[in-house]
Nanobody, 117 residues
């Protein structure tokens, strides 16, 4: 059974930082492209950051220079370091695992990030 379990969300003031973690089980983690997406009510889920199996990263323009995605294949975990947070970053953040060979993907349950003073 595949599980992606996110943690690290919460309430933070503008300008603050959070680090999200996503621990995966039930997959051969090292071959998966891992991504962080976010969604606000009434809007489509958007890709925030993605990291391939060989550590190539890409980011949505709005988070470039503020967010950093990384992975630890030994721990089957992907991270999202979020700095200089803005109210517009408020959303539910979801972890995604995508297999480029089978085209199967899996989602975590989401973690709420709220940026507010």
């Amino acid at each position: 059974q595949v599980q992606l379990v996110e943690s690290g969300g919460g309430l933070v003031q503008p300008g603050g930082s959070l680090r999200l973690s996503c621990a995966a089980s039930g997959i051969l983690f090292s071959i998966y492209t891992m991504g962080w997406y976010r969604q606000v009510p009434g809007e489509q889920r958007e890709l925030v950051a993605r990291i391939t199996s060989n550590a190539i990263t890409n980011y949505v323009d709005s988070v470039k220079g503020r967010f950093t995605i990384s992975r630890d294949d030994a721990k089957n975990t992907v991270y999202l370091q979020m700095n200089s947070l803005k109210p517009d970053d408020t959303a539910v953040y979801y972890c995604n695992a995508y297999n480029i060979f089978s085209h199967r993907d899996y989602w975590g349950q989401g973690t709420q990030v709220t940026v507010s003073s």
